[in-house]
């Protein structure tokens, strides 16, 4: 499963983005996707996932300004990023836990696409 991802760039505090992962390959079916985020110095943390069905999880410092959703038929994740804060500013990395034809489940991770909220 090869994942790419787009939409990231330098926005001002308060700013918006829109990310975008589109994920290809031999796919047999999605499961899981969505963004995990890594900062200088920091650990990666997740963002925001969401399943096939749709529910949603997101990590506490973006409820309420992110909003993370998906296109199944085109295997692909969109994340709005409103209300962005200096503190957001990070490597974004779409993630898919997916099964390919004649396999089992895995963890399929895309580059990262740099996100910097500065003014």
């Known amino acids: 499963v090869q994942l790419q991802a787009s939409g990231g760039g330098l926005v001002q505090p308060g700013g918006s983005l829109r990310l975008s992962c589109a994920a290809s390959g031999n796919i047999f079916s999605i499961y899981v996707m969505g963004w995990y985020r890594q900062a200088p110095g920091k650990q990666r943390e997740l963002v925001a996932r969401?399943?096939?069905?749709?529910?949603?999880t997101y990590a506490d410092s973006v409820k309420g300004r992110f909003t993370i959703s998906r296109d199944n038929g085109k295997n692909t994740v969109y994340m709005e990023m409103n209300s962005l804060k200096p503190e957001d500013t990070a490597v974004y990395h779409c993630y898919a836990y997916a099964r390919v034809m004649g396999a089992g489940m895995d963890d399929y991770w895309g580059q990262g696409t740099k996100v910097t909220v500065s003014s």
């Open positions: 969401i399943t096939s069905g749709g529910s949603t």
